[in-house]
């Protein structure tokens, strides 16, 4: 095996860092947006922010040093890179076809939580249904054909350890190898490249000095266990009704009944209570109001769409 050839244990290393990075961020975003509603225009259009702002981060490594961001945190350089077409390609690899999948499961979680409240298709349409049906066994799929790829390369196999450099790079096969890098490689000419390279510079001088918490953060997200005992609310009991909240001028127009929805005021539809505050009302109203406000309509508290619970009677 070539000493140039990175081992199993940096480049798993570097694709776990390199998604951590988003979940991490989204999360930080999710939480300021649930404590300050000036972030929620950027938590309901994350994915796009972050989009243009991978593309920046990728587009200067790439150009500078043949590499992505956390490839070039690993000291690791993408061989052959010859000429622009390698580095379109790698920013699709790297950035448009995770955004396309995160778009792909976002709209497939919408159809199947639709699904399971209703028991009907998104807008019954058959498109939804293809989608709900056969999507999960297309992901698995990709899954499964990443894990044989992953052990090629660990058994010396295969010399990519990337799905997508095989799709992209079908006879010159992109590969990592192990490198060493000069910042004066190749200077930066335009404004595009002293700008990007400036935001690389930047996030890079944070990002070493914050990738454990960066790891960390990626860590709780994901342990739903360990979000819901830290959200775990005092009260036993539903809170007193607040005073309206400003800028509700519909605040004082909820009624509160054993059976009726605070919202819309009708007899409640596929019943979900809101954890943070016990209040419970029709799924679509709730889930509406929430995707606007985030908190809760009665109280004014903090809450999302993971403090929803369907209530089977």
Same mark, same amino acid.
Not at 2 to 27: C, G, M, Q, Y
Not at 31 to 47: A, G
């Given at each position: 095996?070539?000493?140039?050839?990175?081992?199993?244990?940096?480049?798993?290393?570097?694709?776990?860092?390199?998604?951590?990075?988003?979940?991490?961020?989204?999360?930080? !975003?999710? /939480?300021?947006?649930? @404590?300050?509603?000036?972030?929620? &225009?950027?938590?309901? %259009?994350? $994915? =796009?922010?972050?989009?243009?702002?991978?593309?920046?981060?990728?587009?200067?490594?790439?150009?500078?040093?043949?590499?992505?961001?956390?490839?070039?945190?690993?000291?690791?350089?993408?061989?052959?890179?010859?000429?622009?077409?390698?580095?379109?390609?790698?920013?699709?690899?790297?950035?448009?076809?995770?955004?396309?999948?995160?778009?792909?499961?976002?709209?497939?979680?919408?159809?199947?939580?639709?699904?399971?409240?209703?028991?009907?298709?998104?807008?019954?349409?058959?498109?939804?249904?293809?989608?709900?049906?056969?999507?999960?066994?297309?992901?698995?799929?990709?899954?499964?054909?990443?894990?044989?790829?992953?052990?090629?390369?660990?058994?010396?196999?295969?010399?990519?350890?990337?799905?997508?450099? !095989?799709? /992209?790079?079908?006879? @010159?096969?992109?590969?990592?190898? &192990?490198?060493?890098? %000069?910042? $004066? =490689?190749?200077?930066?000419?335009?404004?595009?490249?002293?700008?990007?390279?400036?935001?690389?510079?930047?996030?890079?001088?944070?990002?070493?000095?914050?990738?454990?918490?960066?790891?960390?953060?990626?860590?709780?997200?994901?342990?739903?266990?360990?979000?819901?005992?830290?959200?775990?609310?005092?009260?036993?009991?539903?809170?007193?009704?607040?005073?309206?909240?400003?800028?509700?001028?519909?605040?004082?127009?909820?009624?509160?009944?054993?059976?009726?929805?605070?919202?819309?005021?009708?007899?409640?539809?596929?019943?979900?209570?809101?954890?943070?505050?016990?209040?419970?009302?029709?799924?679509?109203?709730?889930?509406?109001?929430?995707?606007?406000?985030?908190?809760?309509?009665?109280?004014?508290?903090?809450?999302? /769409?993971?403090?929803?619970?369907?209530?089977?009677?």
């Amino acid at each position: 095996m070539s000493t140039n050839r990175p081992s199993i244990f940096v480049v798993w290393s570097e694709d776990l860092l390199h998604r951590s990075i988003r979940r991490a961020l989204k999360f930080m !975003i999710k /939480f300021l947006s649930s @404590n300050n509603s000036k972030f929620h &225009n950027l938590e309901q %259009n994350f $994915d =796009e922010y972050f989009l243009v702002f991978d593309l920046i981060l990728q587009w200067s490594h790439l150009y500078r040093y043949q590499t992505s961001f956390t490839e070039y945190y690993f000291s690791l350089k993408r061989s052959p890179f010859y000429n622009r077409s390698d580095l379109f390609k790698s920013l699709l690899q790297l950035c448009l076809v995770p955004y396309a999948m995160e778009k792909l499961d976002n709209y497939y979680e919408k159809i199947h939580e639709h699904y399971l409240i209703t028991n009907h298709y998104l807008n019954d349409d058959d498109q939804n249904k293809f989608i709900h049906q056969y999507y999960p066994f297309v992901r698995k799929s990709v899954q499964l054909l990443r894990l044989l790829i992953w052990l090629s390369y660990a058994t010396g196999g295969d010399h990519s350890h990337c799905p997508w450099f !095989i799709l /992209f790079w079908p006879t @010159n096969r992109m590969t990592l190898v &192990n490198s060493k890098f %000069n910042d $004066d =490689e190749i200077p930066v000419t335009n404004f595009l490249s002293k700008l990007s390279y400036i935001m690389s510079n930047i996030f890079s001088i944070t990002f070493r000095s914050s990738a454990f918490i960066i790891q960390f953060l990626d860590y709780w997200n994901t342990r739903t266990d360990l979000r819901q005992m830290f959200n775990v609310q005092q009260q036993q009991t539903p809170p007193d009704l607040l005073p309206p909240i400003s800028g509700d001028n519909h605040q004082n127009n909820f009624k509160l009944s054993s059976n009726l929805c605070p919202i819309c005021g009708q007899k409640r539809q596929n019943e979900t209570a809101l954890t943070s505050s016990g209040y419970i009302f029709c799924y679509n109203c709730i889930h509406s109001y929430l995707m606007k406000n985030h908190r809760c309509p009665i109280t004014g508290f903090p809450s999302d /769409f993971e403090q929803l619970v369907r209530i089977f009677s």
